[in-house]
């Protein structure tokens, strides 16, 4: 399947869609009602869709945080390079500046709930370091947040009410993305990984660090943030050379040495299965970046 940009939607789909404003004019969006309080938190639209097959996204323009909840059929997203399944009870929450591809499989209808960010320059993303990718989430209460939200936008829009779903409903987003339970020595393991991502790691230091075994490590890893230690590492990396490849005149093989790759084509390599572009496309595309996808 190619990762090109795509939008294909069924006639027999439904949609109930806000926007945070009205400067997007894409066809699917001109009949959503606008709610500038959305901007608040950095959410350019939202909603609720039923889309049976044939139902294939693929957003290549640069944009904010993704996030999407699954709540009934069955769905594929693409996530570090593969497709993986969604099915309700399971959300997806994609960072800044990553391809975003979906699609129904053929004979399915999949019922979801997302949620669209563009953090600016210098804002922190809902999508951390130590923010799940995949894993468990029961998404009724966002999708009644966003219902709500779309009634009380479409009718009396009532500047209390509208402000008070606004916020719930971000704050079911959250809640995903820095889970409550979560242990915090995981999040500190991650966060000095972050700030050393030249270094060689293993799976022993790092569990070393939070001072549980190699094997509790990993089942941490797989539950809190749906990745394995090495995907995780390997994505940290990627994202850390996304940054960089932002700034002028970083040549290809600097940036690779910056997170831990010696080798330049074993790193472009990587960069492209994971973001789904090569270093020097995904350049060029911040230099030309539309963020409004």
């Not at 069955?74 to 993986?84: A, F, I, N, Q, S």
Request: aromatic fraction near 10%; glycine fraction near 6%.
């Amino acid at each position: 399947m190619q990762l090109v940009e795509t939008d294909i939607r069924s006639d027999l789909s439904r949609s109930w869609v806000i926007r945070g404003n009205t400067h997007d004019n894409r066809d699917w969006l001109q009949s959503a009602p606008c709610c500038p309080q959305l901007e608040k938190y950095q959410v350019l639209h939202l909603g609720v869709a039923i889309m049976p097959a044939p139902f294939h996204i693929v957003r290549t323009n640069l944009g904010g945080s993704y996030f999407l909840a699954s709540l009934e059929g069955e769905g594929r997203v693409l996530v570090d390079g593969k497709w993986v399944a969604a099915v309700p009870g399971q959300a997806v929450l994609l960072p800044p500046r990553t391809l975003n591809a979906f699609f129904t499989p053929t004979g399915m209808t999949w019922k979801f709930c997302w949620i669209r960010y563009l953090e600016g320059e210098g804002q922190a993303p809902i999508a951390k370091a130590s923010s799940p990718v995949i894993a468990q989430y029961r998404g009724e209460a966002l999708e009644n947040a966003i219902l709500g939200l779309w009634h009380e936008s479409s009718g009396e829009r009532t500047p209390r009410m509208v402000d008070e779903w606004v916020h719930l409903v971000h704050a079911y987003a959250q809640r995903f993305a820095s889970p409550e339970k979560s242990d915090p020595r995981l999040a500190l393991v991650w966060k000095t990984v972050s700030q050393a991502l030249e270094r060689p790691w293993t799976v022993h230091e790092l569990a070393a660090m939070m001072h549980v075994s190699e094997k509790q490590f990993q089942r941490l890893c797989h539950k809190e943030l749906g990745r394995s230690p090495q995907q995780q590492l390997m994505w940290l990396r990627m994202r850390r050379a996304a940054e960089m490849l932002g700034e002028r005149n970083r040549k290809i093989s600097s940036v690779a040495m910056a997170v831990g790759y010696r080798n330049p084509f074993v790193f472009s390599s990587t960069f492209k299965r994971i973001l789904g572009w090569s270093p020097s496309e995904y350049a060029g595309r911040l230099r030309g970046e539309t963020s409004n996808r």
